[in-house]
């Protein structure tokens, strides 16, 4: 089994910065694309981000420039710099992976559970 697992939400002023990270465990062979997704109150789940293995990114127009997406092969683990906040970016963010299983070598794709953040004054 695998588990993606989110920290660094919270409350930001507009104009702030915050770091989301997701770390993946459990029986894992390798991890293919890795992204971030979010939902707004009222609004459907959107792809803001997305890495490849090999680094190559994608953003949804309304935050390039501002958010980075990284990742750590070595550690299993992404991260999304999010800078110059605004409270449109207020939203409930998801890590999502698809991960290589070390037991029967299939590719399946996980969800984390989720992390506020909310950008308001």
């Known amino acids: 089994q695998v588990q993606l697992v989110e920290s660094g939400g919270g409350l930001v002023q507009p104009g702030g910065s915050l770091r989301l990270s997701c770390a993946a465990a459990?029986?894992?062979?390798?991890?293919?694309?890795m992204g971030w997704y979010r939902q707004a109150p009222g609004k459907q789940r959107e792809l803001v981000a997305t890495?490849?293995?090999?680094?190559?990114?994608n953003y949804v127009d309304s935050v390039k420039g501002r958010f980075t997406i990284s990742r750590d092969n070595a550690k299993n683990t992404q991260s999304l710099q999010m800078t110059s906040l605004k409270p449109e970016d207020t939203a409930v963010y998801y890590c999502?992976?698809?991960?290589?299983?070390?037991?029967?070598?299939?590719?399946?794709?996980?969800w984390g559970q989720g992390t506020q953040v909310t950008v308001s004054s």
């Open positions: 890495i490849s293995s090999g680094g190559s990114t």
């Open positions: 459990g029986t894992i062979s390798s991890i293919g694309t």
């Open positions: 999502n992976a698809n991960v290589k299983s070390s037991i029967d070598y299939v590719t399946r794709n996980y």
